[in-house]
């Protein structure tokens, strides 16, 4: 393992297995016979402990759980999706066993659908690089316990009138439903839904906005101001 503190402690189930120590970029190498329960490193410096670091041994497969990487005040991609007709939220569906932990065995095969809101899954992945599931598919396996799905808006109300306007004019088979010329609130969210087999069902609410200064780009360029 890999830490900028002077000494590690690791300890398997509240038993020390070994301390040592880490040279300037180097690394600490344990032997662990496995047991299961919990495994915890302690960095330490000076004998006081600065950080630690835990992994729990998991359980079968209970569930799946949904969230949503983008848009998220957390990836500072904002809060709320666009409905600019372009814009695409990143779903993320993660395996969990009983106690809610990630199974990073699980390899079970997700379908991710849109229920309801303007919105279609647009894609679907899961970080395998040997993954070779087509990306347009709205299924793909679970790889280390997760898989992840981007949602697009299918509709622009987001966008000036006029520009609206002339996409009325040139497109003569939208695949986006164009909003009217009028001031429109907000539509309703995205409700995104995953089914694996076996196992209940997950939704999630997408929430969706007419303000395009929810996009990405502009929501970093207010981020980058503030700096």
Do not use: C
């Not at 040279?23 to 302690?42: D, E, I, R």
Request: net charge negative.
């Amino acid at each position: 393992m890999y830490s900028n503190a002077g000494t590690v402690r690791l300890e398997l189930n509240g038993k020390v297995v070994g301390i040592q120590s880490i040279p300037y970029f180097g690394q600490a190498t344990f032997s662990v016979k496995y047991a299961p329960g919990n495994l915890t490193a302690f960095a330490m410096n000076g004998g006081q402990v600065v950080a630690t670091d835990s992994k729990t041994t998991t359980g079968v497969v209970h569930a799946v759980v949904l969230s949503i990487d983008a848009p998220s005040k957390l990836t500072g991609t904002g809060e709320v999706l666009v409905a600019d007709g372009e814009d695409v939220a990143m779903i993320r569906a993660t395996l969990v066993d009983a106690n809610g932990l990630m199974v990073p065995s699980a390899n079970n095969n997700m379908t991710f659908s849109v229920v309801s809101g303007p919105g279609k899954v647009w894609a679907t992945h899961n970080g395998d690089p040997g993954n070779l599931s087509p990306n347009n598919a709205s299924w793909n396996q679970a790889y280390h316990g997760l898989a992840r799905a981007f949602i697009r808006s299918t509709s622009d109300h987001a966008s000036t009138s006029q520009h609206r306007r002339r996409m009325r004019q040139i497109d003569l088979e939208p695949t986006v439903y164009i909003a009217g010329d009028d001031k429109y609130e907000d539509p309703d969210p995205i409700v995104v839904e995953v089914v694996v087999d076996g196992f209940p069902s997950a939704r999630l609410e997408i929430p969706v906005t007419a303000d395009p200064s929810q996009l990405p780009l502009a929501v970093a360029a207010r981020s980058m101001r503030r700096v």
